[in-house]
């Protein structure tokens, strides 16, 4: 999964509930995307 600038990287109709109509679901939260993510940097030498 790739985001660059966007603030929403989920889907809104979510079927794992969530607060409200956040439309990002338990699993969709900043909480829940990092339990399945990894950091990873990355750089390119454009020389």
Do not use: H
């Not at 979510?14 to 607060?19: H, V």
């Amino acid at each position: 999964m790739v985001a660059v600038n966007r603030t929403k990287v989920t889907g809104a109709p979510i079927p794992f509930g969530g607060t409200k109509q956040s439309g990002l679901g338990r699993e969709g939260a900043r909480l829940g995307m990092e339990e399945f993510t990894e950091v990873k940097y990355v750089c390119r030498d454009w020389a």
